[in-house]
């Protein structure tokens, strides 16, 4: 099986640690290593490096290469701009399908953290499995929940349609994406529902039917690209098509699309998180609400549930009596927020674009 692990975001809801130049799944938020490379270090030892592929966007390649020297370049998959995920992912499978349309591929995502590495892989190599063998055309790979978490995207299951060496797989009924905290209640307190980690394994055939039955200008925009694949014309046909792409989110093109009977669901207790926001990362590190989350000199005197990091060596932060609070001081900036005003972060900083302060951003 194929890794094929997605790593272009440009991460502004953890401004100012993530920046347009340096995006958070380059920066070590969690420990000494950054959350791409951690991706990495969870597939290498059991796929090898000739099986995994990086897609990102084309300014952050040479990022790639220097943190992933062990990945060989041409398996890595430059974006020339923005489109959101339907064509970075149909791009992706163009070049993975290059090598075998048929063999199984896993798509992974580069920001992600998992604490029980082996339940991860376990999972991983039972999806493959029910690739092969059975009628799935898709398997999700879910988080069974801890709790009523709003921020993440939610899978309804229904019957368990059988066991694989151990795990228990069911059939997939519908994707949630975000709902209300008073739904997820309802979704946690049900038992039918798992978080969507967005993982999953299917076949590049499989996929690559769906765009062309249900996007088919993306589809043919795509077939003038991956025409071009292995020539000296493909940057060219790349930077000329790819930018003209329908900018639209991989769910609404593709996985919107897709019957029940076509996946299935497994899930497990991986310690999976995301820390797509600066609040999510300080419940990653620091699940605790009494606890704080802190990096770097810092004293947090009277202070709970929040996150308190500090990137310059020789200057001390300290903070006093801050409940809830979000406080991360770089060299050129400095956010205090609230962790009830965090999902506005992302807004302010897109404000900065065009302006004098774009440098930022």
């Given at each position: 099986m194929r890794?094929?692990?997605?790593?272009?975001?440009?991460?502004?809801?953890?401004?100012?640690?993530?920046?347009?130049?340096?995006?958070?799944?380059?920066?070590?938020?969690?420990?000494?290593?950054?959350?791409?490379?951690?991706?990495?270090?969870?597939?290498?030892?059991?796929?090898?490096?000739?099986?995994?592929?990086?897609?990102?966007?084309?300014?952050?390649?040479?990022?790639?290469?220097?943190?992933?020297?062990?990945?060989?370049?041409t398996h890595l998959i430059g974006e020339p701009t923005r489109r959101d995920l339907g064509p970075a992912v149909g791009l992706a499978m163009a070049h993975v399908a290059q090598e075998n349309e048929d063999e199984p591929v896993a798509i992974l995502?580069?920001?992600?953290?998992?604490?029980?590495?082996?339940?991860?892989?376990?999972?991983?190599?039972?999806?493959?499995?029910?690739?092969?063998?059975?009628?799935?055309?898709l398997v999700y790979l879910g988080e069974t929940p801890?709790?009523?978490?709003?921020?993440?995207?939610?899978?309804?299951?229904?019957?368990?349609?059988?066991?694989?060496?151990?795990?228990?797989?069911?059939?997939?009924?519908?994707l949630t994406y975000r709902p209300s905290l008073e739904k997820c209640r309802a979704m946690f307190e049900s038992g039918d529902y798992v978080w969507n980690t967005g993982f999953f394994v299917t076949r590049p055939r499989f996929i690559r039917s769906l765009y062309r039955q249900y996007m088919p200008e993306m589809w043919e925009q795509l077939s003038e690209i991956e025409a071009s694949i292995g020539t000296d014309n493909y940057e060219t046909v790349l930077n000329d098509v790819y930018p003209k792409m329908e900018s639209i989110s991989f769910d609404d093109a593709i996985l919107a699309h897709m019957e029940p009977g076509q996946a299935l669901v497994l899930h497990s207790d991986m310690g999976w998180s995301d820390p797509g926001t600066l609040y999510a990362l300080k419940e990653t590190v620091a699940p605790d609400p009494e606890i704080n989350a802190t990096k770097g000199l810092v004293i947090d005197a009277s202070c709970?549930?929040?996150?308190?990091?500090?990137?310059?060596?020789?200057?001390?932060?300290?903070?006093?009596?801050?409940?809830?609070?979000?406080?991360?001081?770089?060299?050129?900036?400095?956010?205090v927020a609230h962790k009830d005003s965090i999902p506005q972060l992302k807004e302010e900083v897109n404000k900065l674009e065009g302006t004098e302060l774009e440098k930022y951003s």
């Open positions: 890794a094929l692990i997605f790593a272009g975001g440009s991460g502004r809801r953890l401004w100012p640690i993530s920046r347009q130049a340096s995006p958070k799944q380059f920066e070590p938020i969690i420990g000494e290593e950054s959350t791409l490379q951690m991706a990495i270090s969870r597939v290498l030892p059991t796929y090898g490096a000739d099986s995994i592929y990086v897609a990102t966007n084309s300014n952050y390649l040479e990022m790639v290469q220097d943190q992933l020297p062990q990945i060989d370049p995502w580069s920001d992600n953290v998992i604490e029980n590495v082996g339940s991860f892989l376990h999972l991983m190599s039972t999806a493959e499995s029910l690739v092969l063998e059975t009628d799935a055309e801890r709790f009523a978490n709003e921020n993440l995207g939610w899978i309804r299951i229904s019957d368990q349609l059988g066991t694989h060496d151990g795990e228990p797989y069911f059939r997939f009924e519908s709970r549930d929040s996150l308190i990091y500090n990137y310059e060596p020789e200057k001390l932060v300290m903070t006093i009596g801050l409940d809830g609070v979000i406080v991360v001081n770089t060299e050129d900036a400095l956010l």
